[in-house]
C-alpha cells in the first residue's frame, strides 16, 4: 500500500506566548511520519503527514495540549490565506474591553499608592475595591489560561502573569485583613525598587492592578500589530476582481469570479481589473501589472498576449479567454507562496523556541531561589522587614522574564518582509533564504533572459556598395516580405523592424506580396516578391561576398550577433544583423551587484563571442560561456570549490540545474515554470533590478530578526538578575515586559517601509 503526504493548516485559539506554540509544535511531531509548524504570530500550525493518520488525530493532539482548533483546512487555498474576518474580531473587541475598563480601574489605585498626600483614612480599602475585579475579570485570559496548562502539566508565559499579580493580590488581602494595612491612616510610599518594611502592613494592590492592565495593554497593542504585519497579505488577496462580465451568445452576463470556468471569454473595460489568468482574444489596451511585477509602466497588450488576474486594465475594451481560475491563477500562487514562507521559522528562531520550552520553568525556579535567598538574608540578619523585600523580589523576577518578545521575534518581521516583498513582486520559498541571501558573495547570471531579452531584434542593415545595388530601407522592406511567411525568430525580428520603420515614416504602405515562398532547411528562405527572386539565407549560402558585406558578416560574428545575407535573383544586395539585446536595466543592476560586495558571473550556452560581447556592454568581467545545463550545474560546483557562496539567477528549463546546485536560486517570473519551482526566490519582473531589491531586502529582513532576537534575549538576560537583586518595583517589570513585545513587533513594522532601489 502506497502512504501518500498529505498537508493541513489549522488555525489555533488560546496560544499566548511562544512556548504555548513549541509545545503544541513538539506535541504533533511525537506522531509518526509528522512534520509540522505552529506559528505564534499568525496562530496557525501547517502540518505534513503520513496519508495513514487521520486529520482528527492531529487535531486531538492540539485540544489535548488545552488549545482549541477552528474548522481545519485539509489542503489549504489561497482563499483560505489571509486570516482576518469580514467583519470585526470578536477576540479584539474583548481584548480591548478588558483594557479599556481596567485601566479606568486602574489608575486611581496607582496614583494613590505613588502619592502619599493623597492617601485619605481608608484609601487601602477604596484601592481593594478598585483593583480586585482588574485583577480577578481584566486578568481572567491570563489565570485561565495558566489553569489549563497547569491541569495538563505545563507552563507558559500565563503562568508567570497569574502567580505574579496573584500572589501581590493575595498578600495585599493577608495584610488587609489579617496584618496591619487595613488599620485607619495606613500610609506607605512608592519606591522604584525593592525595600525592607513590615510585611503584614504592606499592600501591593497597585502592581496586581497595574501589572495585569500593563499586560493587558501590551497584548492589545501586540495584537493589532499582528494584524498590520499580515495587512500586506490581505490586500494581495484583495487585489483579485470580485465580478466580471462573460460573454455568453454574444452577450455580456455579470456573474462572481468564483463562477468564471476555463474557456469562458470575459469582457475587461478600460479601468477593470482582470478578472483571472488568460489570453486576449480581440482589442488592444496598456495593462498596469504593477500589482504583480512591481513594475509602474503599463505593458501594451493585443491579441494572442497573455495576461494575468488581478492586473489593471488601462486602456481599451479586451476580451480575455480564461486559461486559470481559482487556486491555479498567478495572483493566487504568490499568496499562497507567501503564506507558505511566513509559516517557516529560521535556524535562529527555532533556538528560541527551544529556549522558551524551557525558560517558564527555570524563571520559576529563579523566582522560588529569589524569594528563599531574601528571606534567608532577612532570618540571618534578624531582620523581619526583609519578608517585603523578599516578596517583591520574586514577584518582580516571575513579571519581568515573561518571554512573549522571543515569540514574535521571527514570525512579525516574516510576515511584514515576505508581504512587503509580494507588494514588489519578490517571492522568497521560506525563511532558510533569509540565511544564504547574508552569505552570497557571488551573483552568477544567465544570458538570455535574464541579462539579455531573450527575443531577435535588428540591429542594422547593410546595403551593398555595387552600382546598382537597393538601398537599405528597401533591402529591409524586401527580406522582410518574404519573412512574413516564416516562423523562425530571425524571420520574426526582421518583420518586426520593418513594421516599425513603417510606422515612423507615417505611411500606410503595406509589405510587398510575396509569392512562391520556399523554406530550405539549414540554407534560408526565398520568395518571388515584385517580380524579383529574393533570398534570405545564411552567409555560407550566398557564394562569395562582396568585400563590404563579407566584412559586415565578420563584423557582426565578432560581436556575437547573426548575419543573413540578402540577395535579389542570386546576387547578393544586402546583409542584415539580428541579435539579442542587452535589458535596458541590466547594466546599472550589475553595477549595484558590485556595490553590495557580490562579483558577477555570466553564464551561458551561446557562443563565447556573444558572451563576451554581453558581458562588455554590461561590465561583468568573468565569462563562462557554450556550456551545456550538466555543465552549468558542474560550473557552479567548479565556483564552489573556489570557497565562494554562489547565487544564480535564471529563467529557462536549461537552468533549473544550476538553480538547485547554488546556495541560492533566484528565478525570474518572466521564465518557465520549471526555473520557477528550482528557485529559492522569484522576481516577478524578470528585471535585474528586482534581483538587486530581492536581495536588498531579504537582508534587511533578516537582520530585523536578528535585532528582534538579540534585544528579546539580552532584555531578558538583563532583567532578571536585576529584579532578583530587589532593584525593580513589580509594576514597573510588568510595564517594561510589556513593552518589549511592543517593540519587536514595531521594530519588525519598519520593513512595510522598504523602497525599491531607484533605477539608473
Not at 475587461?268 to 483571472?276: H, N, Y
Not at 528560541?352 to 528571606?375: E, H, M, Y
Amino acid at each position: 500500500m502506497t502512504v501518500g503526504i498529505e498537508h493541513a493548516a489549522f488555525d489555533i485559539d488560546g496560544m499566548t506566548c511562544a512556548s504555548c506554540a513549541s509545545r503544541i509544535e513538539r506535541n504533533l511531531n511525537k506522531l509518526d511520519g509528522v512534520r509540522a509548524t505552529v506559528n505564534y504570530a499568525t496562530e496557525q500550525a501547517h502540518v505534513e503527514y503520513p496519508s495513514t493518520i487521520d486529520r482528527a488525530a492531529l487535531i486531538a493532539v492540539v485540544r489535548d495540549a488545552g488549545y482549541d482548533v477552528a474548522p481545519d483546512r485539509p489542503n489549504p487555498e489561497p482563499d483560505d490565506l489571509d486570516g482576518s474576518d469580514a467583519g470585526g474580531d470578536p477576540e479584539h473587541d474583548g481584548l480591548r474591553q478588558r483594557l479599556v475598563i481596567s485601566a479606568v480601574l486602574s489608575a486611581p489605585v496607582i496614583a494613590l499608592a505613588m502619592i502619599p498626600a493623597w492617601q485619605f483614612t481608608y484609601w487601602q480599602w477604596l484601592s481593594l475595591t478598585l483593583a480586585a475585579p482588574v485583577v480577578v475579570w481584566g486578568g481572567y485570559p491570563f489565570h485561565r489560561a495558566a489553569w489549563i496548562n497547569l491541569r495538563h502539566g505545563a507552563t507558559t508565559m500565563d503562568t508567570l502573569v497569574s502567580m505574579g499579580t496573584l500572589a501581590a493580590f493575595a498578600w495585599s488581602l493577608y495584610a488587609l485583613f489579617l496584618g496591619t494595612a487595613g488599620e485607619p491612616g495606613m500610609s506607605h510610599g512608592f519606591d522604584l525598587i525593592a525595600s525592607r518594611g513590615e510585611g503584614a502592613g504592606n499592600i501591593y494592590l497597585e502592581a496586581a492592578a497595574g501589572v495585569t492592565t500593563f499586560l493587558l495593554a501590551g497584548r492589545y497593542f501586540e495584537k493589532r500589530a499582528k494584524r498590520r504585519a499580515g495587512d500586506a497579505l490581505h490586500a494581495l488577496m484583495d487585489l483579485g476582481a470580485k465580478d466580471v462580465a462573460v460573454l455568453v451568445d454574444g452577450r455580456e452576463r455579470r456573474v462572481p469570479v468564483a463562477d468564471l470556468a476555463v474557456g469562458d471569454d470575459f469582457v475587461v473595460r478600460p479601468g477593470e481589473k482582470i478578472a483571472t489568468d488568460g489570453v486576449v482574444v480581440d482589442g488592444v489596451s496598456a495593462v498596469d501589472a504593477s500589482i504583480i511585477t512591481g513594475e509602474s509602466v503599463p505593458v501594451e497588450v493585443t491579441v494572442g498576449d497573455e495576461v494575468t488576474g488581478g492586473t489593471m486594465n488601462a486602456a481599451g475594451r479586451l476580451v480575455v479567454r480564461a486559461g486559470r481560475v481559482g487556486a491555479d491563477t498567478a495572483l493566487a500562487q504568490m499568496a499562497k507562496m507567501v503564506a507558505d514562507a511566513q509559516a517557516g521559522k529560521t535556524d535562529a528562531q527555532r533556538l528560541a523556541d527551544r529556549i522558551s520550552a524551557f525558560f517558564v520553568p527555570a524563571v520559576i525556579t529563579i523566582a522560588v531561589a529569589t524569594l528563599g535567598f531574601w528571606l534567608g538574608s532577612a532570618g540571618t540578619a534578624g531582620d523581619s522587614g526583609g519578608v517585603a523585600m523578599a516578596f517583591t523580589a520574586a514577584v518582580a523576577v516571575l513579571i519581568i522574564a515573561c518571554p512573549c518578545a522571543l515569540g514574535l521575534a521571527t514570525p512579525t518581521a516574516l510576515m511584514v518582509g515576505t508581504g512587503r516583498g509580494a507588494q514588489l513582486g519578490i517571492l522568497l520559498k521560506g525563511p532558510e533564504v533569509l540565511e544564504s541571501t547574508r552569505r552570497v558573495d557571488t551573483i552568477v547570471l544567465d544570458k538570455t533572459g535574464t541579462v539579455t531579452t531573450g527575443e531577435m531584434s535588428l540591429r542594422s542593415v547593410i546595403s551593398g556598395t555595387e552600382s546598382g545595388d537597393p538601398p537599405a530601407d528597401r533591402v529591409l522592406r524586401m527580406a522582410a516580405a518574404v519573412e512574413a511567411g516564416s516562423e523562425h525568430p530571425i524571420g520574426a525580428a526582421i518583420v518586426a523592424a520593418a513594421a516599425r520603420e513603417t510606422s515612423e515614416r507615417e505611411t500606410t504602405a503595406p509589405l510587398p506580396t510575396a509569392h512562391g515562398f520556399r523554406a530550405d532547411e539549414g540554407i534560408g528562405v526565398s520568395a518571388v516578391v515584385d517580380g524579383v527572386r529574393v533570398m534570405v539565407a545564411k552567409p555560407a549560402s550566398c557564394g562569395q561576398l562582396p568585400a563590404a558585406l563579407a566584412g559586415a558578416v565578420d563584423d557582426a560574428q565578432t560581436e556575437g550577433a547573426t548575419a543573413v545575407v540578402v540577395t535579389f535573383d542570386e546576387r547578393p544586395v544586402g546583409v542584415l544583423v539580428v541579435g539579442d539585446t542587452v535589458k535596458h536595466s541590466s547594466a546599472g543592476a550589475i553595477a549595484e551587484f558590485r556595490r553590495m560586495g557580490l562579483t558577477p558571473v555570466l553564464l551561458t550556452g551561446d557562443n563565447a563571442g556573444a558572451a563576451a560581447h554581453v558581458a562588455r556592454a554590461v561590465g561583468i568581467d568573468r565569462v563562462i560561456a557554450e556550456v551545456d545545463p550538466a555543465q552549468k550545474v558542474a560550473a557552479i560546483e567548479q565556483l564552489h570549490r573556489e570557497g565562494r557562496t554562489v547565487a544564480m539567477a535564471g529563467d529557462g528549463v536549461n537552468d533549473a540545474g544550476a538553480l538547485v546546485a547554488a546556495d541560492l536560486g533566484l528565478a525570474m517570473g518572466t521564465g518557465t515554470d520549471v526555473a520557477i519551482a528550482a528557485g529559492d526566490l522569484t522576481v516577478v519582473s524578470g528585471d535585474l533590478w528586482a534581483v538587486v531589491d530581492a536581495i536588498r531586502l531579504a537582508r534587511r529582513t533578516l537582520g530585523t530578526i536578528k535585532g528582534n532576537l538579540f534585544w528579546a534575549f539580552a532584555y531578558n538576560v538583563a532583567a532578571i538578575p536585576v529584579a532578583a537583586a530587589g532593584l525593580l518595583n513589580p509594576m514597573l517589570a510588568g510595564a517594561a515586559m510589556a513593552l518589549s513585545s511592543v517593540f519587536v513587533v514595531a521594530n519588525s513594522l519598519r520593513l512595510r517601509r522598504f523602497r525599491a532601489h531607484p533605477r539608473s
